[in-house]
């Protein structure tokens, strides 16, 4: 513990000598993980967005405008509640006419000017969140769609399966430039380490021919990386924070309200202290590899 003392106070003297070279590695692990952090944001949230799809997905089976009686019974049966199936609604063409309304009101006295009511009736299905990723309702979309009396079947499983593509995609450039930068945070570290190290190379050589043990000669150096790394882990938080609030605000509240998205959250706190301990873990490998070799 006393050992422990003496190098956090040798440590905060360093970085108060030494505030400008320091302040560059400060930032440079801020810029990391403020990117590393961004991307996680992102893939959260679409990750989330995914999920809600899943377990809202539905399949709509729209009807020809001149479908028989028999011919619904035999869609109906078709898709009757079961393993897959949750539960299914009829929406009929003036259902729909008035949903396109509602939805679209700027195009809703558009619509009007053409007669006949164009939308079909449809089935919509809602798939049980356990089968809706698998091939049972690709089997089932298949016999639905050549049922007589079905003109198109539709399912959200494509829109499911891009969107996690995109999430993958996001994650790995985002994992890929986080590592590049972390590296580069933690040689700039052992650089301003090595650089208060040769500023007290004197001194410390005088403390290793007393017999000073070698945790009290290089772990406030050590300490120095850890203290970067710590203040740039919460610098890197602290301004994706202010970013997030700013952009959910201005654009993505309103985006999600508009077409009915999740609610934009930031990063967990568990993911919050992870990203400082990483970043207090990088400035630490920095300073102990610019102690140890100097």
Request: with cysteine; hydrophobic share 50%; aromatic share 6%.
């Amino acid at each position: 513990m006393r050992a422990l003392r003496y190098a956090i106070e040798e440590a905060l003297v360093s970085l108060w000598r030494g505030r400008r070279s320091g302040l560059l590695s400060t930032a440079t692990i801020a810029l990391a993980l403020f990117v590393l952090g961004a991307f996680l944001v992102v893939t959260s949230n679409l990750q989330n967005l995914a999920a809600q799809w899943s377990n809202g997905a539905e399949l709509s089976v729209y009807l020809a405008d001149d479908v028989t009686a028999a011919q619904r019974q035999a869609i109906e049966t078709t898709l009757a509640p079961s393993e897959a199936i949750a539960s299914r609604t009829l929406v009929s063409k003036a259902d729909a006419m008035a949903r396109f309304k509602q939805t679209f009101t700027d195009l809703a006295s558009t619509i009007d000017t053409l007669g006949d009511n164009p939308l079909p009736a449809s089935y919509e299905v809602r798939m049980r969140p356990a089968a809706n990723v698998g091939d049972a309702v690709d089997r089932l979309a298949g016999r639905a769609r050549s049922l007589p009396g079905v003109v198109d079947v539709r399912y959200d499983r494509q829109w499911i399966g891009r969107l996690l593509s995109a999430v993958r995609i996001v994650r790995g450039i985002g994992i890929g430039l986080g590592l590049l930068l972390t590296v580069a945070a933690a040689l700039t570290v052992a650089n301003v380490v090595r650089l208060a190290l040769y500023a007290r190379r004197d001194e410390l050589e005088i403390m290793q021919l007393v017999g000073a043990p070698n945790v009290y000669v290089r772990g406030p150096f050590v300490m120095e990386g850890v203290l970067q790394g710590g203040i740039g882990a919460l610098t890197a938080l602290v301004a994706l924070g202010l970013v997030f609030v700013a952009v959910r605000g201005r654009y993505l509240e309103p985006l999600a309200s508009a077409v009915n998205l999740p609610a934009i959250r930031f990063l967990p706190l568990e993911l919050c202290l992870l990203l400082v301990a990483g970043g207090m873990a990088v400035g630490c490998l920095g300073g102990a590899v610019a102690a140890w070799r100097s």
